[in-house]
């Protein structure tokens, strides 16, 4: 009988420490990478302006690595094109969840395609961590796995007309790229607006490409505004702003996302005066340790230092903060309480606030204009 018992009690232990060798969670999860899966355009129009927000990510990632990553274990980024297209976004975010075992989301970049994969994100229940896009319309309610780093284009709004309003400029025109991205912010410039005592004079969709710059800045010009606000991004900004100085003639201020070092260089002096409203620190000077960081890995992959390559790496920086705090049995679920619970923190420079009730992290917005030889006035 004692022999029996015991063999009982043997055969229990084992099935106790195989169950819990196969948990979902457990064991598993604390072997190999760690992989964060990511879709955007790496081809297409907006493609080029997009590729040293994805280089910077990868400094980020070998940077985060070669310091031990999340308790010994390394942090992999597998990055999807979607060519800017919502429906091939969501296929290949089922990919990175389902083939590649993607315990994170990050760095969607298009209004659209975010709006999208959230209904997916409840299914899978893997959460989305920063996001290039800062439309309002997607924090409107509350996600439980959405969460993002970066301010949101109303803020940035606000921050530009406020400017404005200070300077005496109240009449303001806007143009706005004719898709889902640019038809969703004109409604935030309109109530803004509105709230700041300002006027919206006058306002016209551009095509991506921005084939229609001339006849979109003859539009607006029209009814004499004071200045403009830019709704687009990519390589649009060249013709708009070449067509704004010959028809206009006024202030022309543009969203983060539209800040290309690439398109500065194109326009050379013609970009003298353009603003720019900024959701990251100050990259250009090694005041913090953020941005010391930064410099430091800048100048060992050799590439001259930009606000292009800081986009990705300082949002970046702030997901593998939220990794490593999670620890090298990290899961969708514990990296969610995670976030949840972390408060305010701080990498260095770019402070961040999370709570179970408040999935956006941060509301900074600053203001750049580009000064003679492309030089960014802070």
Known sequence: ?????????????????????????QALAQTGDIVIGQSAHLTGPLAPSFKPVIRGQQLAIEEFNRKGGAGGRKVRLVTLDDAYDPKRCVENVNTLIDKEG????????STANVGAVLPLLLDKKVPLVGVYTGA??????QHPYFFTTMASYRDEIVQMVKNLSTVGR????????????????????????????????????????????VSVAQTLAASTPQAVIFLAFGPALIPFVKATRAHLGVPLYALSISNSRQLIEALGEESRGLAFTRVVPYALRATTQLTKDYAAVMEKAKIPI??????????????????????KGVTPQSLVTTIEGMGK???????????????????????????PGGRYIH
């Open 102 to 109: 993607a315990t994170v989301l990050y760095g969607l970049a």
């Open 306 to 327: 930009d606000f292009d390559h800081f986009f990705g790496y300082s949002n970046l920086r702030v997901l593998l903060e939220m990794i490593k705090r999670a620890g």
């Open 170 to 213: 109240t009449k303001i025109a806007v143009a706005y790229h004719n898709s889902p991205f640019g038809q969703l912010m004109l409604p935030v410039v309109e109530e803004v607006c509105k709230e700041a005592g300002t006027t919206l004079v006058a306002k016209a969709p551009l095509d991506i490409p921005g084939n229609e710059s």
């Open 345 to 371: 923190f701080d990498i260095g420079g770019f402070p961040q606030q999370f709570g179970p009730q408040n999935h956006h992290g941060s509301t900074f917005v600053d203001l750049l204009i580009v000064g």
């Open 136 to 141: 309002p319309a997607l924090r409107a309610k």
């Open 1 to 25: 009988m004692s022999n029996l018992i015991r063999r009982r009690e043997t055969l229990t232990g084992l099935g106790a420490l195989l169950a819990g060798a196969w948990a979902p969670g």
